[in-house]
């Protein structure tokens, strides 16, 4: 999609950047693009279609490397210009598979190789994106350097025309630019399931309450007004969870971006004392504990799961309220364990309990705020609560009409259940 509502310019303190030319309203759709390279993260490879990111559990693999999946032929076909060269590469090293990095670089390597100048994005090119090789610690230039032997092996007889690289996009230098510039793909539900390259959506800068927001169709990025901007008014994006204090927002900014965040939300320390509400000791405790949770969410230790983070729940109820976010994030883990071991009744209690929070932290019309209601909801629906599912449906749809637009396959899923409880509800 040809930009026709925003261009390039240079933002005082932020370098480039990309502002509006007319009025913008909410849900109104500013940049819609395919990637110039992508790939699906390591762990989602054996359950997620490779060319349109469809995920399932008996997916074709590639015959040759064993290692891409596809949900059908006609999808294996269309994947197959940017797979021809990965798929040598991936037998090379069976059974290893390198880090998500790796693999994406060497994709855009294949494609800066046989790009015509018709191929080239309209705002930005990777040969300007920022590498901050020069700003950047010695430890994390010796992890490039190993990401860069790692590329070397896995490319092996394709490495013959890296001389033909463009100037300056040297290997390591283009694992430096994917660092600061590539975008992890999630699903509908906001699951990351990959990591692509959209060039020109690189020109965006961070703010921790920003105007826009990004949503994915399989791998299709769309660009999306949250709030009215006006003509000549820049257009940002978050760049980071805003679930977390100030000083931590910032100071992961600063580590992967290379930049101090001045955002008026940062400045000012907004929500950080709700974040962090309750006795330090304990929160910090409950935080500390995460890690190991996550892991078992990870490795779906559902049972092992809900008995831990039971217990802290417990433990910490009197002391931390449900606003901290590493509450939030204990509820959060819970409700999934619970879907999974059919808990029903038990996750819509923690469904319930983190609804007020997230209304607290996304009170602008936000993906995850939408996701959110629509777990709730769900389970209200199945649990018979029409009234209330209908309820969390339709300010679930509110929000996404506006974050996803009427068109996508998350809103139309949402409008179906809308519909299913409005239907029974006049049946009762």
Same mark, same amino acid.
């Given at each position: 999609?040809?930009?026709?509502?925003?261009?390039?310019?240079?933002?005082?303190?932020?370098?480039?950047?990309?502002?509006?030319?007319?009025?913008?309203?909410?849900?109104?759709?500013?940049?819609?693009?395919?990637?110039?390279?992508?790939?699906?993260?390591?762990?989602?490879?054996?359950?997620?279609?490779?060319?349109?990111?469809?995920?399932?559990?008996?997916?074709?693999?590639?015959?040759?490397?064993?290692?891409?999946?596809?949900?059908?032929?006609?999808?294996?076909?269309?994947?197959?210009?940017?797979?021809?060269?990965?798929?040598?590469?991936?037998?090379?090293?069976?059974?290893?598979?390198?880090? @998500?990095?790796?693999? &994406?670089? #060497? /994709?855009?390597?294949?494609?800066?190789? $046989?790009? +015509?100048?018709?191929?080239?994005?309209? %705002?930005?090119?990777?040969?300007?994106?920022?590498?901050?090789?020069?700003?950047?610690?010695?430890?994390?230039?010796?992890?490039?350097?190993?990401?860069?032997?790692?590329?070397?092996?896995?490319?092996?007889?394709?490495?013959?025309?890296?001389?033909?690289?463009?100037?300056?996009? @040297?290997?390591?230098? &283009?694992? #430096? /630019?994917?660092?600061?510039?590539?975008? $992890?793909? +999630?699903?509908?539900?906001?699951?990351? %399931?990959?990591?692509?390259?959209?060039?020109?959506?690189?020109?965006?800068?961070?703010?921790?309450?920003?105007?826009?927001?990004?949503?994915?169709?399989?791998?299709?990025?769309?660009?999306?007004?949250?709030?009215?901007?006006?003509?000549?008014?820049?257009?940002?994006?978050?760049?980071?969870?805003?679930?977390?204090?100030?000083?931590?927002?910032?100071?992961?900014?600063?580590?992967?971006?290379?930049?101090?965040?001045?955002?008026?939300?940062?400045?000012?320390?907004?929500?950080?004392?709700?974040?962090?509400?309750?006795?330090?000791?304990?929160?910090?405790?409950?935080?500390?504990?995460?890690?190991?949770?996550?892991?078992?969410?990870?490795?779906?230790?559902?049972?092992?799961?809900?008995?831990?983070?039971?217990?802290?729940?417990?433990?910490?109820?009197?002391?931390?309220?449900?606003?901290?976010?590493?509450?939030?994030?204990?509820?959060?883990?819970?409700?999934?364990?619970?879907?999974?071991?059919?808990?029903?009744?038990?996750?819509?209690?923690?469904?319930?309990?983190?609804?007020?929070?997230?209304?607290?932290?996304?009170?602008?019309?936000?993906?995850?705020?939408?996701?959110?209601?629509?777990?709730?909801?769900?389970?209200?629906?199945?649990?018979?609560?029409?009234?209330?599912?209908?309820?969390?449906?339709?300010?679930?749809?509110?929000?996404?009409?506006?974050?996803?637009?009427?068109?996508?396959?998350?809103?139309?899923?949402?409008?179906?259940?809308?519909?299913?409880?409005?239907?029974?509800?006049?049946?009762?």
């Amino acid at each position: 999609m040809m930009a026709v509502n925003i261009e390039r310019f240079v933002s005082e303190g932020k370098g480039n950047g990309v502002r509006a030319l007319l009025s913008i309203k909410p849900g109104e759709v500013i940049y819609s693009c395919e990637p110039f390279a992508f790939c699906i993260a390591k762990d989602f490879l054996k359950t997620t279609c490779q060319s349109c990111f469809k995920r399932g559990e008996s997916l074709s693999r590639c015959s040759q490397c064993k290692t891409a999946r596809y949900c059908s032929v006609q999808c294996q076909k269309q994947a197959w210009l940017d797979h021809k060269r990965e798929c040598k590469c991936l037998q090379r090293l069976q059974p290893r598979i390198p880090t @998500d990095s790796v693999r &994406l670089v #060497a /994709r855009i390597i294949f494609k800066l190789l $046989s790009q +015509s100048k018709s191929d080239q994005e309209e %705002l930005y090119s990777i040969a300007e994106h920022q590498s901050h090789l020069d700003v950047m610690s010695e430890e994390k230039k010796e992890g490039l350097r190993h990401l860069c032997t790692t590329l070397q092996v896995y490319l092996g007889e394709e490495n013959c025309n890296l001389s033909e690289l463009p100037s300056g996009l @040297d290997p390591i230098s &283009l694992l #430096a /630019r994917v660092t600061c510039n590539c975008f $992890s793909i +999630s699903d509908g539900e906001l699951q990351d %399931l990959g990591v692509g390259l959209y060039p020109s959506m690189s020109l965006l800068n961070h703010d921790c309450r920003p105007n826009c927001v990004m949503i994915f169709e399989g791998k299709r990025l769309t660009l999306r007004a949250v709030k009215v901007i006006r003509p000549c008014e820049e257009l940002t994006i978050s760049y980071t969870d805003v679930l977390a204090p100030s000083e931590e927002r910032r100071s992961r900014l600063q580590e992967q971006y290379h930049f101090l965040c001045q955002c008026a939300r940062c400045t000012a320390e907004d929500k950080d004392c709700d974040m962090l509400a309750g006795e330090t000791t304990a929160w910090t405790s409950l935080r500390d504990a995460l890690p190991h949770l996550e892991q078992l969410q990870s490795e779906q230790h559902w049972e092992e799961l809900l008995k831990e983070s039971q217990a802290l729940l417990l433990r910490y109820a009197d002391v931390i309220p449900d606003r901290n976010i590493y509450v939030l994030r204990l509820l959060d883990l819970a409700m999934d364990a619970c879907i999974s071991l059919d808990h029903y009744e038990t996750a819509l209690e923690y469904g319930n309990r983190a609804l007020g929070p997230y209304k607290l932290y996304f009170s602008d019309p936000h993906p995850s705020r939408a996701v959110e209601l629509l777990r709730v909801g769900k389970l209200q629906h199945y649990l018979g609560r029409l009234k209330e599912a209908h309820g969390s449906f339709t300010q679930a749809y509110d929000i996404m009409k506006v974050t996803h637009g009427t068109e996508h396959a998350l809103t139309n899923e949402v409008s179906r259940k809308l519909g299913e409880c409005q239907a029974e509800l006049g049946e009762v």
